[in-house]
Every structure is written in structure tokens, then in C-alpha cells.
């Protein structure tokens, strides 16, 4: 897996690159600012991209609209977006641009395992959202329809959880897992398609951002 990872602060950059080397993953161009970053990838043409939210030259969103912009020239072209807090319209965007995208918050690159998962299952095209996000996100959603515990399994299928894993997080069965997803399913109105994709749209409706997915496809 070859990486790009965009970060202002050496001190933090240096250390996300050590660990995923140390893990296996070829670090290919470690950039400060989200022009550099723009750069980088077409150079070098990684598997995905570590990057800031908030980097020079206004300390914004500038990570992020380059995150996005990568994507709108690379369909699907994975990104690990990583934040000190949860901002809302920025976690949006991203879940709204499509699969192979994650939104961590910078507390969790502390747990070592945690993200370097993160980064491989972005890499490998999945979804990855950290646990706060996803709550906080989920505060704001409009689905009134959804039974608590069908909330719970919502969340965590936007957190990339397979039903397996969802079964083994709550403790019950992927049987029953299965019976709740299908009843989200239902509630939420989404159409006919493969399961993969209703479990997107299923995520995106929940989130409040299935006109921003539409636009962007």
C-alpha cells in the first residue's frame, strides 16, 4: 500500500508516516500544505491519502477541498481525513462524495492498530468513521422512523461494520442483525439494488447527505 500524507505539523506528520511504515505501507511523499498535496498524488499515484482537515494557508477546510477535488478528478480515489474535532458540514461532504473515505479524529491516531486499519480498509475502498463523528452526525439526522436499536445497527454499518461484526459488537445474532438492516432498509424507502449499495444509501440517508451524493456522482 502506498500512502501520501498531508499534515502541517512535522512533529504529528513524521509520526503518522513512522507508523505506517513500521506497519508495512510505503509512504510515498510527506507534504505540509493542500497544494503540495494536489501534487503529490498525481506524481507519485498512491493507493490513498492521510490528510488534515484544517492546513495553510487559512488553516480552514483547505485539506479537505483537496480531498475533494482528488476525488472529483479520481472517482473513488480513497481518503483518510483527520480532525481535531467533529465538524459537521466537513464529515458531510466527504461521506457524501462516494465510497473509500474516512473522517477520523486526531485523538484516535494515538491507538496505533485503530488507524492503520482505518487507512487499509479506506485503501481497499470502504467507509471508516469514527465513533464520535458518527454520533454526532447522527444527532442531526431527520429519521424520526428508525427504532432505537435499529439506530444502533445504522451506526454502525456507517462505521464500515460488516453484519458479522455488528452481530459480535451487540452481542446477538447475524440473523438478527440481517432482520434490523432489512427493516432500516425498508423504512428509509431506499430502492432496489445491490445490498453493498442500499447499506450506502442507507448511511447517506441517515446522515442527512443523499442530495450531496446524488449531486457528485
Known amino acids: 500500500m502506498r500512502a501520501v500524507i498531508a499534515e502541517d505539523s512535522v512533529l504529528l506528520r513524521d509520526?503518522?508516516?513512522?507508523?505506517?511504515?513500521?506497519?508495512?505501507?510505503?509512504?510515498?511523499?510527506?507534504v505540509g500544505d493542500a497544494d503540495a498535496l494536489i501534487a503529490a498524488?498525481?506524481?507519485?499515484?498512491?493507493d490513498v491519502v492521510v490528510t488534515d482537515v484544517r492546513?495553510?494557508?487559512r488553516f480552514a477546510d483547505e485539506g479537505l477541498v483537496a480531498a475533494l477535488e482528488l476525488?472529483?478528478?479520481?472517482?473513488?480515489f480513497p481518503v483518510l481525513v483527520l480532525s481535531h474535532h467533529v465538524e459537521h458540514d466537513c464529515a458531510v461532504a466527504l461521506v457524501g462524495s462516494g465510497d473509500g473515505v474516512g473522517y477520523l479524529l486526531k485523538d484516535r491516531v494515538g491507538d496505533v492498530a485503530e488507524f492503520v486499519s482505518a487507512v487499509r480498509e479506506v485503501a481497499q475502498g470502504r467507509t471508516v468513521l469514527d465513533p464520535e463523528v458518527v454520533r454526532r452526525l447522527l444527532i442531526r439526522s431527520p429519521v424520526a422512523a428508525l427504532t432505537p436499536r435499529e439506530r444502533e445497527?445504522?451506526?454502525?454499518?456507517?462505521?464500515?461494520?460488516?453484519?458479522?461484526?455488528?452481530?459480535?459488537?451487540?452481542?446477538?445474532?447475524?440473523?438478527?442483525v440481517a432482520k434490523h438492516?432489512?427493516?432500516?432498509?425498508?423504512?428509509?424507502?431506499?430502492?432496489p439494488a445491490s445490498d453493498d449499495h442500499r447499506r450506502?444509501?442507507?448511511?447517506?440517508?441517515?446522515?442527512g447527505v443523499q442530495r450531496n451524493?446524488?449531486?457528485?456522482?
Open 153 to 176: 445497527v445504522l451506526a454502525l454499518v456507517a462505521e464500515g461494520r460488516s453484519n458479522g461484526g455488528i452481530a459480535r459488537r451487540l452481542v446477538v445474532s447475524e440473523a438478527a
Open 200 to 207: 450506502v444509501l442507507a448511511v447517506l440517508t441517515f446522515l
Open 55 to 57: 492546513m495553510p494557508p
Open 213 to 217: 451524493a446524488a449531486s457528485s456522482r
Open 71 to 76: 476525488r472529483r478528478r479520481r472517482p473513488g
Open 181 to 191: 438492516v432489512n427493516s432500516i432498509l425498508m423504512k428509509l424507502d431506499l430502492p
Open 15 to 30: 509520526g503518522l508516516a513512522h507508523v505506517l511504515r513500521r506497519s508495512g505501507c510505503q509512504v510515498v511523499a510527506e
Open 41 to 46: 498524488v498525481e506524481r507519485e499515484d498512491p
